[in-house]
C-alpha cells in the first residue's frame, strides 16, 4: 500500500517522472491526496497566470496519486479521460490540488480534483478524470 | 492576422511560453495547424510511453494556435474547458497535434485536436477544448 | 428572482418544457437545487438500470435551473458543454439530483451535479456543465 | 454480428427501449451508424431549438449502436463517459446523428458522433463517450 507521503513521493518519481514537476504531495489519505506546487516563471501566463497545461498535469498526476492509495503500486494504471473546467484566473502564488477517488473497480477508476490558488478558499478549476488498471 | 507559420510561432512564444515546450507549428491554414514534437526522454513513461500531461499540453496550445488564425493576435483568449480521451500508446516517437477550429463566435469558440504518433496513421489521443475571447 | 419551488417549477415547465419529464424541484436556495424524479418504467434499461440519456437529461436540466436561481428568468441560456461520469448503476428507485453553480458570469456560467440513487448516500453519476447566457 | 439494419434496430428495441425513441438507424457499416430523428414538437426548447438532452440521448445510443457492429451483442454495455459540446442552434429539422468507433477493446470501447440539423452540412453537436464492456 501506498499510504505515507514519503512512499507515495518516492513512487512517482519513480514511476511518473513528470508528475514531479507538478508539485509535491503535502497530505495524504485513503482514497485522497493533496499536493502544492510553488508556482515559478515558468509556469506563467500573460497577466501572471498560470497556464491551463500546468493545471491539467497537476490535476492528472493528483488523482493518480489518489487511486494509488486505493490500488497501488500500480504503475501502469493510465488516464483514458480527463475533463477539466476553468473556473477563475489563478493568481502568481502557490496551487493546491485536493483529488479523491470517486469509484474503483478492477479495470478501471474515477476520480475528482479541485485545484486553487494560494488557500482552499480561492477555486480555479475542477477536473474529473477516468484511469484505466490493468489486470495485475 | 496569424496565417504564417513565422507569425504564428513568434506569437505563441511572445503569448504562451510554455507552450513552446509543445512543439512547434509546421503547417497553418485558415482554422487549422499542424504542430509537431519531437520527443525527448523528458515526456516518457514507464514503458516507452508519453505522458498525459505532455499530450495535454500539445493539444492546449495547437486548438488555441488554430484559434488564433481566426481571431489573432487575441493574447488573453483562455481555455474554459478541454476533454481528452486516450486512444492508444504512443511509441516514442514524434508526435503530431492536428487541431481545426469546429466553431467561433464573439465570445467563445470550440475546436477539436486529433494527437498520432509518428505518422497521421496513428492516433492516440482526441480532444476537444472550449475558449473564452475577451471583447477587443 | 427565480427562488421559490413554485417559481421555478413554473418557469422550467414555460422555458423548457422537455425538462419536466426529468422530475421536479424539491428544494432550492441561492445557487443550488435538489430534483427528484420518481422512476418509471419508460426510463429503464435491461436489468433494471436507469439509462443514461435520463440521467444526462436530469443533469442539465438540474444545473440550468441552479443557473437561473442566479441569473434568472434568462431563458435563452442554453448549455455549451456538458461532461457526465456514471459511476455506479442506479437501483430502480427514486433519482436525486442535487445541483450547484460553480462560477457565474456575464456571458457564461458553469455548474456540477451529483446524480444519487434512492438517498444521497448512493452517488450513480457526476456532471459538470457550461452555460451560455445570452446578452439581456 | 450486428451489420445490417434490421437487426441492430431490432436489438436496441429489445436491449435499450429508451433509444428508440432518439430515432432509427438509417444506414449502418462496420464500426459506424447514421441515425435520423424526425423532430416533432416534444423534443423542441423555445425558439425552435431542438433540447440539449434529445441531442445528448441521440449521441448515446448512436455511439453504442456503432460499437454493437464491432462487439455485439452486447445488451449490458453501458456509457462510462460522455462529453457533448454544443456548436449551433439546430433547425426545427430532421437531426441526423453519423457515430463511429475510434477504439475497442475487451474491456472498453471510444466514439465520436457528428450531429447535424437537417443535412450533413450543418453540423450542431460533438460527442465524445466511453463504454465499459462486460467480459463475456
Redesign the interface.
Known sequence: MLTTIPQLTAFIQE?????VS?GSIEEVGDGWVLMRLPVSD??????G?V????M??MA??SIWAALQTKIGPS??T????????????PQPVDMLARARV??VGK??G?G?CWIYSGSEEQ?VA?V?A?Y?IPAS
Request: proline residues 9%; positive net charge.
Open positions: 514511476s511518473f517522472p513528470e508528475g507538478f515558468s509556469h506563467l501566463r500573460p497577466g497566470t497556464s491551463g497545461p500546468t491539467m498535469g492528472d498526476v504503475p501502469l493510465v488516464t483514458s479521460n480527463l475533463n477539466i473546467n476553468f473556473l477563475a484566473k470517486l469509484r479495470r478501471s474515477v475528482e477555486m475542477h474529473t477516468n484505466s
